[in-house]
């Protein structure tokens, strides 16, 4: 006769808290504990049985437990899991067990820990509570098996979009129709209210080469059982890491759903010639000893303080210890399977600095494997201190010993629109124009490369070159955080009227698209967007943070500038330029007026039909006289406007460029 159920589960941790504990390392004393680097840890599923596995050293024993639904059910099964080689332990399932899900319970210290998805983890059910039991092969939808990522020559080809979800077609004029979803951007021939392109054709229009999207993977901050709420968050509170956030999918409670609609969303974008970066927080989770991570081996995957304290450079209460061989793993592993199973063409790194240098080094060399054309980039700077040796970390100021990995310049972006710390202080763009301001625009303009010309004793926060190509520098004015571009404007330039401030967006985007490295823009900032000036909005509603699409029609000016000066970067090598000796030898800045900066590029010298190329950048509100050398020029940008197919000729001299804006021509 068969025990009942309930007897079986006492039974069962009977016998986990007299299980033998001698292999045990000891708990707490991490660099004792074993690596365990084979790919098989998590679900691996077959028709006839599915085999699990998990990483778990310092666990006395390790409970399985079965569930035939993805949150509020009764355990069906329990089973006791056979301890493996380095740390592992081990459990098969025998028979088809797709449509199941599992939890892990660990026993350590003489203490059962709470219930665990675990970390290895690729399928939930809703609130990423429980492990699922699928075949992703399930998950591919119609023609996956010939996507292809988008290819790049050189990483300064790329021109990035960052983008949420819920922002860029969450509103009633998107013309959308699956509004904050995945499927949002597989959406063909979208209009706003006013009959012009929005969506994915919004995208194509524009010119961008890759979407940035915010974090996609299974974040804490959501309730998704209760999507009606209209709940908000960008994402940043990583719960499990291998998995597409439900709330982003039309069906949260089907693992295979979401899955499935972010692969169609990678699809549908690549058919666009748009390649899709992920934006990852592998340095802090979303809660301390309830993550999944301490379920599963307390203390291991996070730094400590002195006084044992989780140390916190993540700003955030936590911060994860990649220097320690299986987080590095676990950090490896995990972008390996997003470029391979979800075709991924990048990863932005959020609070890069908290990982060190050899992690971010084997994660570039591991993504190579797989394509160079996978692009890496992140936050070279930390929230706080770390214990972390400063040597050890991937810095913008170590940036040179992790190369082709690129870092954000907020050397260039405060330059430009002023100090985040102090939102009253404006920058170049903004009228504030400086020699600091001026050498920081300058060291953006050669892409934190070493040039002669550059006076790194004046850049805002940088007294050298980080960067070893400008392949590895992320130039920029806004993201995400802090107040976007037009709200920033409106904050410094209070005494400037609106269409001197519109001035002021166009010009900080004019130095951006045009600078040697990567140029990065803010959704919606093409359509002159604003967040009603809220600094940081990661939990404020859809009605500030969404993209009001009425304002490609009132501020098309804006939209058709960014546009042209995309097409301009892209159709013309000489402002993309791939190695640190060509932006020397070609890039060569000119003696100007004050507020001002003046270089000239060779194009012949890297393949370029514009020989010769002039730009002049004019921080200050009112007009300067600038000369330009004798000969016939075309001048394709000035006075706030651009117009790349019928330029305006100009025999050289004395040209006047009008305040707040750029001159760009050409012979």
Known sequence: MKKPFALALVAGILTIMSCNTQNNPTVGDFASYPTYTKGDLGLTYTLKASTIKLWAPSADSVRLNIYDQGADSPAIESVQMERGPKGTWKATLKGDRKGQFYTFNVFTEGRMLAETPGVWNKAVGVNGLRAAIIDLADTNPEGWENDQRREVENYTDIVIYEMHHRDFSISENSGITNKGKFLALTEQGTRTTEGLASGIDHLKELGITHVHILPSYDYGSIDEAHLEQGNYNWGYDPKNYNVPEGGYSTDPFTPEVRIREMKQMVQALHKAGIGVIMDVVYNHTFVNDGSNFSLTVPGYYYRQTEEGDYSNASGCGNETASERPMVRHYIVESVKYWAREFHIDGFRFDLMAIHDIETMNAVRAELDKISTDIFVYGEGWMAGGSPLAGELQASKHNGKLFPRVAVFSDDIRDGLRGEWMNAGEGGFATGKVGERQKESIKFGVVGATEHPEVDYSKVNYSSAAYANDPVEVINYVSCHDDECLRDKIA???????????????????????????????????????????????????????????????????????????IRMRRSHPAFRMATTEQVAENLHFVESPEGTVVYTLNGAAVGDEWSEIIVVLNGNRGGVNVALPAGEWNIVCEDAKMNLDAPRAFAGGKFWVHGTSALIAYR
């Open 491 to 565: 904050t410094v330039a209070k005494d400037a009227g609106a269409e001197q401030q519109k001035r002021m967006d166009l010009l900080a985007q004019t130095v951006v698209l045009t600078s040697q490295g990567v140029p990065f823009i803010f959704c919606g900032e093409e359509l002159y967007r604003t967040k009603q000036g809220i600094r940081n909005t990661y939990n404020q509603p859809d009605e500030i943070n969404r993209i009001d699409w009425s304002h490609k029609s009132t501020h098309n000016d804006v939209f058709t500038y960014y546009r042209e000066l």
